[in-house]
């Protein structure tokens, strides 16, 4: 089984490992295993340079780490350009954009809304009903009743752009998956403050020309994301399906408890996705993982994913690892 790099840094400005191929050796700033004091913040893709920047910033100016994660990912939401967030992602087949989203906080506590339409901020829709409700998900009509009901407005956004790429899509009609062009890259945020607090968010358009109700692993607290402030936390991204049946971000978080560190623990729950999914050689999953210590560390299982990493005051792209079992 050949591996991958693991955790090779990029500077801000750019999305590419500076020492360029797999196989190099790692450049100076790697995933740390180590602990780390301050704020740390960690968030999925590229686009979560300008979210950890927000989530910094709030932070900085007296928020909690729960505030930062909810209006850290909100950065990428309202940004509709983006593809795989917020109002601005593809549509599923039918042509309707739907937002499933989850909150956890340092406690355990959590909010969570799926196949939601027309809301601009799903993040701040759960982490509502985490804070106003008895309940910890709604979905579909009643979310939407719901949140009008509490003061959210409906937003939509007309995107010429998307509306052709959904035609373009409709003259074939196939849905294949191909590892980091499958039209997804959720936004996973995971966070501690400076005084060891945790928290984290995750929140999505879902896989694009997705079937009409279909509802990944981005809602979903165990899979997309996971919060134990004894321990650490851990989110997801790639193929939903895979992530959910796995409980992904609980297991990282679970081999974390169990002595693992961050790197190994992401390392271990995509090549348990992989020894159940040996066909997963076109489909991308990978993980961040945060230990309450500020070690943190990520995985995939094909090249190309890769994560925002704050820490220290400074904000940087950073490579995951990754397993790619076929070379
Ligand atoms: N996990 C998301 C989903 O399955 C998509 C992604 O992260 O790329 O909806």
């Given at each position: 089984m050949k591996l991958g790099l693991a955790g090779t840094a990029a500077l801000i400005?750019?999305?590419?490992?500076?020492?360029?191929?797999?196989?190099n050796a790692p450049a100076s700033t790697t995933t740390a295993t180590e602990p780390v004091d301050g704020p740390v913040v960690l968030s999925t893709w590229v686009h979560g340079l300008p979210a950890n920047e927000k989530a910094l910033n709030v932070l900085n100016t007296g928020g909690t780490v729960l505030d930062a994660v909810e209006q850290g990912v909100a950065v990428v939401e309202s940004d509709f350009t983006n593809r795989s967030v917020g109002l601005g992602g593809y549509p599923d087949r039918d042509g309707i954009v739907t937002l499933d989203a989850c909150i956890q906080d340092h406690g355990g506590r959590a909010g969570a809304v799926a196949f939601l339409q027309q809301f601009e901020h799903p993040i701040s829709i759960a982490r509502a009903i985490m804070e106003r409700?008895?309940?910890?998900m709604l979905v579909g009509s009643g979310a939407e009743r719901w949140a009008l009901e509490q003061g959210f407005e409906r937003r939509t956004v007309e995107i010429p752009e998307v509306r052709k790429a959904w035609q373009e899509w409709l003259k074939e009609g196939v849905y294949k998956p191909v590892a980091n062009i499958e039209n997804h890259d959720t936004i996973g945020m995971v966070a501690r403050d400076a005084k060891g607090m945790m928290a984290g968010s995750c929140t999505t358009s879902g896989?694009?020309?997705?079937?009409?109700?279909r509802v990944g692993d981005s809602p979903i607290i165990g899979a997309g994301l996971f919060v134990d402030g004894e321990v650490g936390a851990a989110c997801a991204t790639g193929v939903g399906e895979y992530v959910i049946r796995a409980a992904g971000s609980h297991a990282v978080v679970e081999l974390m408890r169990h002595g693992r560190s961050p790197e190994e623990a992401c390392r271990e729950a995509v090549a348990r996705i992989l020894r159940r999914?040996?066909?997963?050689?076109?489909t991308q999953v990978g993980f961040l993982a945060l230990r309450r210590d500020g070690a943190h560390g990520a995985w995939s299982i094909h090249p190309g994913f890769n994560y925002a990493l704050t820490s220290q005051g400074s904000t940087r792209l950073v490579d995951a690892g990754y397993e790619k079992p076929w070379e």
């Open positions: 400005t750019g999305c590419t490992n500076e020492e360029g191929s797999e196989g409700t008895p309940h910890l896989m694009a020309w997705k079937i009409h109700g999914s040996p066909e997963l050689n076109e």
